[in-house]
């Protein structure tokens, strides 16, 4: 089991970059694919990025692709998503999630975080 703590959430202007992190404060990520999903309300909860066990693949959505960056450091139990260019269309909680295989669908992930909203404005 792990629990997860997503931070670096704010408010940023369109164009800026921003990178949330997302860190086991009980458990180890290590075993685990980890993912970034977003929600805004009324919406489901999207795929945004996800990575392998130990980073030898990624997936990204076709929104984000090109400008977002998922990373990981299994040392410090803590997962990374660099976010550049970022647009209006782009604010939404972000959560991460801690799941046993490659998927964009949230419900292949068995554990979440509270999520950190992020909002960009024009």
């Known amino acids: 089991q792990v629990q997860l703590v997503e931070s670096g959430g704010g408010l940023v202007q369109a164009g800026d970059s921003l990178r949330v992190s997302c860190a086991a404060s009980?458990?180890?990520?290590?075993?685990?694919?980890m993912g970034w999903f977003r929600q805004t309300p009324g919406k489901e909860r999207e795929f945004v990025a996800s990575?392998?066990?130990?980073?030898?693949?990624?997936l990204y959505s076709d929104s984000v692709k090109g400008r977002f960056t998922i990373s990981r450091d299994n040392t410090k139990n803590t997962v990374y998503l660099q976010m550049n260019n970022l647009k209006p269309d782009d604010t939404a909680i972000y959560y991460c999630?801690?799941?046993?295989?490659?998927?964009?669908?949230?419900?292949?992930?068995?554990?979440w975080g509270q999520g950190t909203q992020v909002t960009v404005s024009t």
């Open positions: 990575i392998t066990a130990f980073a030898s693949g990624t």
């Open positions: 999630a801690a799941g046993r295989t490659s998927s964009k669908a949230p419900n292949a992930y068995e554990y």
């Open positions: 009980k458990g180890t990520i290590s075993p685990y694919v």
